[in-house]
């Protein structure tokens, strides 16, 4: 397992922006890739989208396409999960999780931030 550390997160109204981070602690995080998951109560986890180890590309689920950004800053060996125009609707825990490439299960998750977003 790789250790994973989140940050960012928080309560915003319906339209406002967060940003979340993941840092790698201890591995060079461009290694791999990393995807962002969610978690609402009472409802399935849900891939929201990955940048891949390779050339950075991105994926994202339909939902949140043009309003998700993942990036991001080898310097800083962090990711980010730039979410904009948020609604109701995306109010859930967030992890990220570092896998070979987009798609692969792995046991490598970030202990997860909570996003509430009100009306």
């Known amino acids: 397992q790789l250790p994973l550390v989140q940050s960012g997160g928080g309560s915003v109204q319906s339209g406002e922006s967060l940003r979340l981070s993941c840092t790698g602690s201890?591995?060079?995080?461009?290694?791999?890739?990393i995807s962002w998951f969610r978690q609402a109560p009472g409802k399935e986890r849900e891939e929201v989208g990955c940048?891949?180890?390779?050339?950075?590309?991105?994926y994202y689920l339909d939902s949140v396409k043009g309003r998700f950004t993942t990036s991001r800053d080898n310097a800083k060996n962090t990711v980010y999960l730039q979410m904009n125009s948020l609604k109701t609707e995306d109010t859930a825990v967030y992890y990220c999780?570092?896998?070979?490439?987009?798609?692969?299960?792995?046991?490598?998750w970030g202990r997860g931030t909570q996003v509430t977003v009100s009306s």
């Open positions: 999780t570092a896998a070979t490439r987009c798609g692969v299960a792995t046991t490598s």
């Open positions: 201890g591995f060079t995080m461009d290694s791999y890739a």
């Open positions: 940048i891949s180890s390779s050339d950075d590309h991105t």
